[in-house]
Nanobody
């Protein structure tokens, strides 16, 4: 079982940076994928970034070049460094996890979900 717990959200000005954290409570699978999804007000949830147990990362086009994933394997904590934030990045960000491969955009493949952390970007 893996329970993701997000933190680090808050208000930030456009162009600024914020780092989200996702701590995995429990025992991660030896082969896993951890993903960040987000949901803006009135919009569908969408994938943002993905990292697997081999540290291979993948990003959606909307955040490519601005967001960076990293992890502290010893502490089971994953980070999403968000740079050059835009108004359209305003959303609740969710940390998802699954055993096995990453599926871009396929939130239904992820068995473990956090409760989310809110990011608000203002001008």
């Amino acid at each position: 079982e893996m329970q993701p717990v997000e933190s680090g959200g808050g208000p930030v000005q456009a162009g600024g940076s914020l780092r989200l954290s996702c701590e995995i409570i429990g025992s991660p699978f030896s082969d896993y994928c951890m993903a960040w999804f987000r949901q803006a007000p009135g919009k569908a949830r969408e994938g943002v970034a993905y990292i697997n147990s081999w540290s291979t990362t993948n990003y959606e086009d909307s955040v490519q070049g601005r967001f960076v994933l990293s992890k502290n394997t010893t502490k089971n904590i994953f980070y999403l460094q968000m740079n050059d934030l835009k108004l359209e990045d305003t959303a609740t960000y969710y940390c998802l996890a699954r055993g096995g491969l990453c599926y871009k955009g396929g939130q239904s493949y992820y068995s473990y979900w956090g409760r989310g952390t809110r990011v608000t970007v203002s001008s």
